[in-house]
Structures are given as C-alpha cells and as structure tokens.
C-alpha cells in the first residue's frame, strides 16, 4: 500500500483527539469557551494593542464571516470589545476585557498541561520534523490549488 494513502485520515483523527480532549477539559474546569473562541481570544491577547479582525482571521487561516461570528460570541460574552482603529475607520480594533484577560489566566495552566501531555514521548527533533512535515504539506497543497 503507498505510504501516503489516507493520511489525511490521520490527521482528521489526531485533530478531533485534540479537540475533544480540549473541550472536555474546559468542561471540567466550567470554562464556557469553544475551540475557536480560545484561539481566537489567546491571538487576540497576544497581538496586544494593535489586534484587528482582519489580521486574527488571517493568523487563524478563517474566513471573515466566520472570524466575525467567533468575535461577536466573545463580545456578547463581554471578553472582547470592539472599536475602530483612530487612523483607520474601516478596519475593527479588538480590545481585550478585564474578563477576557482574568478567563486567560484561567484557562493557561490547562493549555500548558495539555501541550505538555501533546508531547509526551516525542523529541524536539522530532517535533521539529513534525512541524516540517506539516508546512511542506501545506504548501503542497496551496500550490496544487493554484494549478489550472
């Protein structure tokens, strides 16, 4: 059988590992998040002051609509707030709440165990080749959608 026959079932089985296993633990500590709620909340604390929708639905590879939906639950929620930039009134300025930041603080030690226990058993060699992989598969196929 050729070694490449039905990866793509691997990796949407190791995603779907990943992401149950966040949910569930989220569950246990009643933190009331989804996956893309997280990441996008965590994108936005760490892009600070200077944090756009635009710019966090292209770092998160979303859509806009999408990304729109995902920010308007965290804003209903009242862990984001949503503004225009002064010297750019097209573009939506994202600002971190109080809540938003305290549910970070929460929710860190759990992220960290869980990419610790993610990489159990595996070097940071290996790791590395991982994420190797995991790029030129990417651009493989990013250049293969732009075949005619």
């Excluded at 929710?107 to 990419?115: A, C, H, N, S, T």
Aim: hydrophobic share 35%.
């Amino acid at each position: 059988m050729d070694r490449t026959e039905g990866f793509g079932v691997y990796i949407d089985r190791t995603l779907k590992k990943v992401q149950s296993t966040f949910l569930q633990v989220f569950a246990e500590n009643n933190i009331d998040l989804t996956i893309e709620q997280w990441v996008i909340l965590q994108r936005v604390h760490l892009e600070g002051k200077d944090a756009s929708q635009a710019d966090i639905a292209k770092s998160n590879f979303r859509n806009r609509a999408t990304t729109s939906r995902v920010i308007s639950g965290l804003c209903k929620k009242g862990l984001l707030r949503k503004s225009r930039f002064r010297d750019d009134q097209k573009r939506y300025k994202l600002v971190i709440t109080d809540e938003g930041s305290a549910l970070i603080t929460q929710v860190m030690p759990f992220i960290k165990d869980l990419r610790k226990v993610s990489t159990l058993g595996i070097t940071e060699e290996e790791f590395e080749i991982f994420y190797k992989v995991l790029d030129q598969l990417w651009e493989n196929f990013d250049q293969y959608e732009g075949r005619s």
